[in-house]
């Protein structure tokens, strides 16, 4: 079963966006069922390892999005970025040490990805929106 599928409360409204969290959510889901399948550590440690370089990307390319559409709520957006990789920084490296994963873990990707996407990642995406529906037609 998998960790959280792909629901229309996840779509931020921005494609390139609502792409990279749709790959997130692919690597959780692929550590989740390979957890739940009890399958050997390198196996779950590989696929670790992807989900957080694709984090970091991924963060990395929504704050040079952020920037490119002024949005003024990068500066929290960021510190918020911030705590979530020490987070899944901590995480890792306790996993790592002990070679185990925990449901905790699986229970904290759960809630980054649905509390910050809802949460927080739609609002650049409202004002994006905003800004496309707002803006004058070359004929006004
Ligand atoms: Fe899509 Fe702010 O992470």
């Known amino acids: 079963m998998s960790l959280m599928d792909w629901n229309e409360k996840l779509n931020v409204g921005v494609d390139q966006m609502n792409d990279q969290h749709k790959v997130i959510l692919t690597y959780m889901n692929t550590l989740y ?64 040490s002990t ?16 509390s910050h996407i809802q949460g927080i990642d739609v609002k650049y995406g409202k004002l994006i929106n905003c800004l496309l529906y707002t803006s004058p037609s070359p004929r006004d």
């Open 99 to 114: 070679q185990k994963f925990h449901d905790d873990f699986f229970h904290f990707l759960k809630f980054w990805l649905s």
């Open 33 to 96: 069922d390979d957890y739940q399948a009890n399958k050997p550590f390198p196996v779950l440690k590989s696929s670790l390892d992807s989900l957080k370089d694709y984090t970091i990307k991924h963060f990395k390319e929504e704050e040079e999005y952020m920037e490119s559409i002024d949005y003024d709520g990068i500066a929290s957006h960021k510190i918020i970025h911030e705590k979530l990789l020490k987070t899944l920084g901590e995480h890792y490296k306790n996993i790592t």
